[in-house]
């Protein structure tokens, strides 16, 4: 089965940068047709961060436009959100949310476990 495995997350000031991976595994060959950042505070509900598909077109909520690039490498399978000038309101647990197309399967959304990201102000 296809997993997803999130990294990168961690305790940082404001204004720094962190960039988060998503790595898939569990299948020889598989390509990542479209890539979603959510994140989530206890308590909360979980708010979608930004989307990019195999096309390349990408999606950011306003909260994070200008700050925040997600970037897919199929060549890795890899998924990634980079962070910049993160702010207090960006503490967050957030995932990655891939639909990916193995030879197996097809086409199916996975979720990884997601990551810890917490800005200090």
């Known amino acids: 089965q296809v997993q997803l495995v999130e990294s990168g997350g961690a305790l940082v000031q404001a204004g720094g940068s962190l960039r988060l991976s998503c790595v898939a595994s569990?299948?020889?060959?598989?390509?990542?047709?479209?890539l979603a950042w959510h994140r989530q505070v206890p308590g909360k509900q979980r708010e979608l961060v930004a989307t990019?598909?195999?096309?390349?077109?990408?999606n950011y909520d306003d909260s994070v436009k200008g700050r925040f690039t997600v970037s897919t490498d199929n060549a890795k399978n890899t998924g990634y959100l980079q962070m910049n000038s993160l702010k207090p309101e960006d503490t967050a647990v957030y995932y990655c949310?891939?639909?990916?197309?193995?030879?197996?399967?097809?086409?199916?959304?996975?979720w990884g476990q997601g990551t810890q990201v917490t800005v200090s102000s």
């Open positions: 569990g299948a020889s060959w598989m390509i990542i047709n479209t």
């Open positions: 949310e891939a639909n990916i197309w193995t030879p197996a399967t097809g086409s199916q959304y996975y």
């Open positions: 990019i598909t195999s096309r390349g077109s990408t």
